[in-house]
């Protein structure tokens, strides 16, 4: 009973959205026009590629926009009466293949290493997170700590009496503490899902017999939200996953409120010396064992 009222409290403690600590949430919002607020150091670069993107889309847009009205009002039948009759230029040609080769070099240069970032696993990662797509809810387990949850849609009625956003709150939040890199292994028990958390930068799909790894550091406290984004079936809009950002002592409380371990450091091994060589009962050292030969 004492340990079904603490993850009581340590949840609504999570969801209470008046907290400073949480203020910030990672969903959806009504007519956004942009990616939500990064959580990451990766999601903060996805952000700067894009908005690098952008620009270059927006410059070529207007220069293929212009080029257009040009020759429309250039070389239209009125103004231009008489057409030219060539078929080859080879200053335009040649521009027309080494300028699109040179952005796409400038976009390789900038999306290289975000994708060598996002796909390379950091060797100092300090939690393992396996994450087990099933039709249709997830499965969320700290392996390394012994904690389990199932994380299913909170139902309508509780999801608007608790001020939450209905289609996106789980049942079973998942708590993870921040300034903490975190490994994360996704497969499936079934069909083919996705684990995607926006405001991490994370989008990983999760396949039967397949173990897909991902990373994610989250550097601020705060409750963020994410979805299934591979069209699994019939319930596919229905898989929701929570995640709330705390403290390290406030997830350790977590964890042992759901029954799992923290792991303590291994303690150093203790200084050796050499053990006397045991005597024989006449007071001469017993023989060393012969060393195996070839």
């Not at 019939?234 to 406030?250: D, F, L, T």
């Not at 005597?279 to 012969?290: I, L, Q, R, Y």
Request: glycine content about 6%; proline content about 8%.
């Amino acid at each position: 009973m004492r340990r079904g009222a603490l993850i009581a409290a340590l949840t609504a403690g999570a969801l209470s959205l008046t907290n400073s600590a949480y203020a910030a949430v990672g969903a959806p919002t009504p007519r956004g026009i942009d990616l939500q607020p990064a959580a990451t150091q990766v999601m903060r670069e996805i952000h700067d590629f894009h908005t690098f993107l952008l620009w270059i889309i927006v410059a070529i847009s207007v220069f293929v926009l212009a080029l257009l009205l040009w020759v429309m009002i250039r070389y239209n039948k009125r103004a231009n009466p008489t057409p030219k009759k060539f078929t080859h230029n080879m200053f335009v040609e040649v521009v027309w293949t080494i300028v699109p080769v040179m952005i796409l070099v400038v976009i390789a240069w900038k999306s290289f290493p975000l994708i060598y970032m996002q796909e390379r696993i950091p060797e100092e990662a300090e939690l393992t997170l396996k994450v087990t797509g099933n039709s249709w809810f997830w499965t969320l387990e700290y392996p390394d700590q012994g904690v389990s949850i199932a994380a299913n849609l909170l139902p309508e009625d509780e999801a608007r009496a608790s001020g939450r956003p209905y289609l996106l709150a789980s049942t079973e939040p998942l708590l993870v503490p921040v300034d903490t890199t975190v490994r994360v292994l996704v497969t499936s028990n079934d069909v083919i899902h996705s684990f995607a958390m926006p405001a991490f930068g994370v989008k990983e799909d999760a396949i039967q017999g397949r173990v897909n790894e991902t990373w994610f550091r989250v550097d601020r406290p705060g409750v963020f939200y994410g979805q299934c984004s591979e069209l699994c079936g019939v319930n596919h809009a229905y898989m929701p996953v929570e995640i709330h950002a705390v403290s390290r002592a406030e997830w350790e409380q977590w964890v042992a409120a759901q029954g799992g371990t923290i792991a303590a450091a291994e303690p150093a091994p203790a200084a050796t010396t050499p053990a006397e060589t045991p005597a024989t009962e006449t007071g001469t050292p017993a023989a060393t064992p012969a060393q195996p030969t070839r």
